[in-house]
Antibody
Framework: QVQLVESGGGVVQPGRSLRLSCAAS????????MHWVRQAPGKGLEWVAV????????YYTDSVKGRFTISRDNSKNTLYLQVNNLRVEDTAVYYC????????????WGQGTLVTVSS | DIQMTQSPSSVSASVGDRVTITCRAS??????LAWFQQKPGKAPKSLIY???NLQSGVPSKFSGSGSGTYFTLTISSLQPEDFATYHC?????????FGQGTRLEI
């Protein structure tokens, strides 16, 4: 069965960086696009970024452009989100999600990893 | 960016009821709309894609409809496990955007 396990969250000061990881199993990782979606405490869901199956195409929501980078290592079945210059408003649970058949449809979700940005 | 607006923000219902939640897009998105269910402290679960297609394993008590700018999610014969927050999302154009969520309460 599909499993997505995020890691790398924690408490960081504003302006610092983190790298979030998502270990995938139960499907052929190299053939599916992948997403990051976040949820601030008590708030709704916010789509963050998507990467194509081969890593050649990447798209971001406006608020993270230039600060966040989505990437993947298909040899390790792992998705990444490099988050730089963190702001207090980036505090959220970050979920990775598997795409359905390359159509930008979120199909499966990980359990999430919490990033807290605080001084 | 496309704005997604759900209504109501919260709704109360009883076991056995049928409830409908709406989602409106600020511009046409064809049928590129998904619905998700989220329970407190848990990751979302995918329910519907392309406005009306059930994801694998989702019971037929969930149904979706709509195209363009107006969409609905209907849940029939509510059971205790259905009480959760429901989110819509458009994936017609970047950046993909979610509605603010609808909390379904007992």
């Amino acid at each position: 069965q599909v499993q997505l396990v995020e890691s790398g969250g924690g408490v960081v000061q504003p302006g610092r960086s983190l790298r979030l990881s998502c270990a995938a199993s139960g499907f052929t990782f190299s053939t599916y696009g992948m997403h990051w979606v976040r949820q601030a405490p008590g708030k709704g869901l916010e789509w963050v970024a998507v990467i194509s199956y081969d890593g050649t195409n990447k798209y971001y929501t406006d608020s993270v452009k230039g600060r966040f980078t989505i990437s993947r290592d298909n040899s390790k079945n792992t998705l990444y989100l490099q988050v730089n210059n963190l702001r207090v408003e980036d505090t959220a649970v970050y979920y990775c999600a598997k795409d359905r058949s390359g159509r930008n449809i979120v199909e499966y979700w990980g359990q999430g990893t919490l990033v807290t940005v605080s001084s | 960016d496309i704005q997604m607006t759900q209504s109501p923000s919260s709704v109360s219902a009883s076991v056995g009821d049928r409830v409908t939640i709406t989602c409106r897009a600020s511009q046409g998105i064809s049928n590129h709309l998904a619905w998700f269910q989220q329970k407190p402290g848990k990751a979302p679960k995918s329910l519907i894609y392309d406005a009306s297609n059930l994801q694998s394993g989702v019971p037929s008590k969930f149904s979706g409809s709509g195209s363009g700018t107006y969409f609905t999610l209907t849940i029939s014969s509510l059971q205790p496990e259905d009480f959760a927050t429901y989110h819509c999302q458009q994936y017609n154009s970047y950046p993909f955007t979610f509605g603010q969520g609808t909390r379904l309460e007992i």
